[in-house]
């Protein structure tokens, strides 16, 4: 009898197991303390709103979605919800869902980020589990990222440093180049960046390389500031020199203040603004400007006419032995009535201004007296050169040769191709030159009017 008592134990014993194996249960699911007819199931598990400022696939913020069933009546639960670093086996407490009561079925959620504790830059897994909440400790259902994917290599970053960070622009002030040469003996740069919303805190890095030179190597390490909206606030500016003369290209490496990390680069590729000619600062020769008297003895000129009608001009000997000049006033006196002219430079061609170096873009106007114009006119290259006015009206200005007419100075007329010499003590046309010559000390510019010194 004992033995079949037994039997029939283990017999009663067994049938009680498979009638529990028909109720579904879900293999997420942990049932210690629901009554035989309640179940508890995670249905799906998501995140939704993610928050993504600066679009670098961290979010923020992300809601999380937990959707709940309970087959029949009521239950009061807690939802915990944990996190692990990226395949991490171990799981932390993260934020709970406190006691509410489920019914049919629910969608808890719960925001990831503020206000509730921020995860710092990294990929994280996630595991929702489902209590009794008169007892925390009974399980009733749960999921972890190992079940669902969902819940698996979640990319997080703090607040702080999910923010749109652009560079509005890169300029340069109080750019120093005296001899014109289009290379800067010094230069202020500075980066403008913006926010497109909220704030950071943000430090850069500013390299350069010469550009055929292999590699950049750092110049200036600015402070921690503040970057904010879109304003000119938050400009940082360098002050640029250099030791060697050549074209540059400058880069910026951008970091957050915090943990200095990376948050983009911007060379010359994003902007051309960031390639500048530079030379040292005792290369840059600084003009003097000079007012030479007859007797100096330093220039040549005479008055020729040019071919074409109504051009007036007087033929100039650049300085010798330059490294640059450019004319940089132009003044003509005349001694008729107010007329317009445009002003020219020409190259000497065979003893005549015949080949036009320069322009003005509009008429000016010349009164009686002197007139002065200022001017930027590259003339290294020429030794000689012509300088004066197109008339831009019949009867305009009285410049001629004439004796019974103003005189032009040392002068020239032409007659078969044969330029013959007119004397004259008087100047109706001057150039106010800067030129640099190789420099014995730190400044070697002189500017000078050219004037008459032909005997």
Known sequence: MKMLTVVNGVLFF????????????????????????????????????????????YF????????????????????????????SAVYYPYQQIKSFILEDHMKPTMSIGLPNSELSQGKWDFEVRVFNSEEDTVG????????????????????????????????????????EDGYLSSGILCLDMNTTEGQAEIFFILYRKGTTDP???????????????????????????????????????IYFSAGNELIRTYSGFDDNDLFEKLEPANQDYIPIGTWLKLDDGTFESWVNFPAGTGDFAVKFYAPSNTLSCRIKKIAIRIDSESNYGMLKVWR??????????????????????????????????FKEFSAGYWQAQAGGPNLSTDTGAFNLGTSFSRSDDVWTQVSGIDYAIEVYVEYTKEPIGPTAVIGSWLKDNKP
């Open 14 to 57: 067994l049938m009680l197991f498979a009638i529990n194996c028909e109720k579904s249960v879900e293999p997420n699911q942990e049932q210690d303390e629901l009554s035989p007819e309640q179940i508890v199931t995670i249905g799906d598990v998501y995140f939704t709103e993610g928050v993504d400022a600066d679009h670098d696939g």
């Open 60 to 87: 923020s913020y992300a809601k999380l979605n937990i959707e709940l069933s309970l087959n029949e009546g009521s239950k009061d639960i807690c939802i915990q919800v944990s996190y692990s670093h990226k395949d």
């Open 140 to 179: 009733l259902a749960s999921v972890s990222a190992g079940e669902d994917n969902d819940l698996h290599d979640v990319p997080f970053e703090p607040s702080a440093r999910d923010v749109e960070i652009t560079v509005s622009d890169v300029r340069w002030a109080e750019k120093i180049d005296h001899d």
């Open 215 to 253: 590699g950049y190597t750092p110049v200036d390490t600015s402070d921690n500031f503040i970057v904010e909206g879109n304003t000119d606030t938050d400009s940082y500016c360098v002050e640029i020199s250099a030791s060697e003369k050549k074209e540059y290209e400058f880069a910026y490496g």
């Open 348 to 381: 000497i061609i065979q003893g005549a201004p015949n080949d036009e170096i320069w322009s003005g873009s509009d008429l000016v106007l010349l009164t009686t007296g002197w007139n002065e114009f200022e001017v930027n006119i590259d003339i290294s290259s």
